[in-house]
């Protein structure tokens, strides 16, 4: 299926997020799409799949006009997005996840679609039992059941927007053939990302958007140098962090217990640091998710204490861990962290401690005013929280943390990021521990658990390790320990 884009344009307010844009996606090619955060990508997907509307433009597919008014539309012509936020309904199964959208009909094919998953979740080497609920799933997961849900809807055009957030490189290395066995059959991959290194190991080609713009073609294999520079317009590497961490004890768990969907974490004695970073690794559903959520107070601890300098936290609301100074950051940004409908200010009035009884408007345009420029915002005081970039939404989850926390929990804090915004957002993590903060995030990423951790906790089939200190660890080592191997008995 050849795909074409003519001259888009999509703006939201003042921002013109995609600027006459053309391009073309051939029949079994893989498309790269690359850009910095907020340079469009995602909304220039997200009218081709359907979920916008472009201001003006046309698309065709083998030469013919279209006009796609919704998803649905979009899949029935054979166009299939994975967003960065999956798409589904958490509190049902992933069956009826997967069953909806099906051609309506008197009665539901229930064995003949549960076979044609199994096919495709075979192909794939995805497990997932389909009377499970899609809540219990952790964010990987539910990108999995997301690309399970286009090849089983026999999509011919596949949008995959940033798809490897998440997954484990064995998971990655079979999305990788799957995707080079689908072009053999003739279909087409359109791949969105920010990771240089994937683009050539899968790619044929890429584009390059800038501010709206499409500033650059090339053919792959190509320099990471020279797409760096075609991205930013300036050279960048990526950064490390100086040690800041003390011996003053923040944090204390004792024989700390908690539940995950699928098992009791077994008991855990850890002492966290004024200043201190701790990296939490594991494959995705290990527990990392419910270990934050319980050093939230967002779920309750099944045994043990959580004491947090002279408060014991153990058991208490989790309001009274926020006034304690834990802040959580989640990796849903548009399901927990923001609010759709809500713009920039509203967002910082709903963040902002005040003992006023009325709300100061003035006081609050200043407040986002100086929040938007500190934190490189690229959307305006009236911008919704919806209408900004995945990489922008991640800032405004920074900026809104409170000012003097003691403990920083973040849950995959540079997912999606490219490599200048993730710079970017270590800088000011890094201060936050300079001021006395510290810091515990969980990521997919090796390399960023190596480079930004002073100890790293690792999670592993209901099981947590002892800390290590990431001067014993390298990706090798901690990969295996990921896997299973070599922990001590």
């Known amino acids: 299926m050849k795909t074409e884009l003519q001259h888009i344009h999509k703006s939201f307010g003042k921002v013109h997020a995609n600027d006459d844009i053309s391009l073309v996606i051939e029949s079994g090619e893989i498309l790269g799409i690359l850009g910095e955060n907020g340079a469009g990508k995602t909304t220039l997907m997200k009218i081709l799949a359907g979920l916008l509307h472009a201001d003006a433009g046309d698309i065709l597919i083998n030469g013919r006009a279209v006009q796609i008014t919704s998803a649905d539309e979009a899949l029935s ?17 992933i069956f009826d996840n997967l069953y909806l959208g099906q051609q309506k009909g008197l009665f539901i094919k229930k ?6 998953v199994a096919e495709v979740q075979k192909s794939l080497g995805f497990h997932f039992v389909l009377s499970d609920y899609v809540g219990d799933l952790s964010m990987g997961e539910r990108q999995q059941l997301e690309i399970l849900r286009l090849l089983v809807y026999g999509s011919e055009l596949i949008i995959l927007d940033e798809p490897t957030t998440g997954i484990s490189a064995k998971q990655k290395t079979q999305l990788f053939d799957l995707l080079k066995q689908l072009t053999r059959l003739g279909k087409s991959i359109i791949f969105v990302t920010h990771k240089l290194a994937e683009v050539n190991e899968l790619c044929q080609r890429t584009i390059v958007l800038k501010q709206g713009r499409l500033v650059g073609e090339v053919s792959i294999p190509c320099g990471s140098s020279e797409l760096i520079q075609m991205m930013f317009g300036k050279n960048l590497i990526f950064q490390s962090t100086t040690d800041v961490s003390s011996t003053i004890s923040q944090i204390m768990l004792q024989d700390l217990i908690f539940k995950d969907a699928r098992f009791l974490s077994n008991p855990l004695d850890l002492q966290i640091c004024r200043g201190e970073i701790i990296g939490l690794a594991g494959m995705e559903g290990s527990g990392q998710k419910a270990f934050l959520r319980t050093l ?100 405004l989850l920074l900026a809104m943390l409170k000012e003097n926390a003691r403990l920083l929990l973040l849950e995959n804090p540079t997912r999606g990021l490219d490599i200048e915004s993730t710079n970017w957002m270590w800088e000011k993590l890094h201060k936050r521990c300079q001021d006395g903060a510290s810091i515990i995030f969980a990521s997919a990423d090796l390399d960023e658990l190596l480079r930004f951790s002073n100890r790293i906790l690792v999670f592993f089939g209901g099981k947590i390790s002892n800390p290590y200190s990431t001067h014993v660890l390298d990706s090798e080592k901690l990969g295996a320990l990921i896997g299973g191997e070599g922990w001590e008995k």
């Open 77 to 93: 012509l054979g166009i299939g997005m994975l967003s960065q936020d999956p798409l589904d309904f958490p509190t049902m199964t």
């Open 111 to 116: 064995a003949a679609f549960q076979n044609k």
């Open 296 to 395: 939230a107070g967002l779920d309750k601890a099944i045994a043990g204490k959580i004491t947090c300098g002279e408060d014991d936290l153990t058991g208490k609301p989790s309001y009274r861990f926020h006034q304690a100074g834990i802040c959580f950051m989640p990796a849903t940004r548009m399901e927990e962290g923001l609010v759709q409908g809500m713009t920039l200010k509203e967002h910082f009035i709903l963040t902002h401690q005040s003992d006023q009884f009325k709300l100061d408007f003035a006081q609050a345009e200043t407040i986002t005013r100086e929040k938007i420029a500190d934190y490189a915002i690229r959307g305006f005081q009236d911008s919704f929280s919806e209408e900004l970039s995945g990489g922008n939404q991640q800032r």
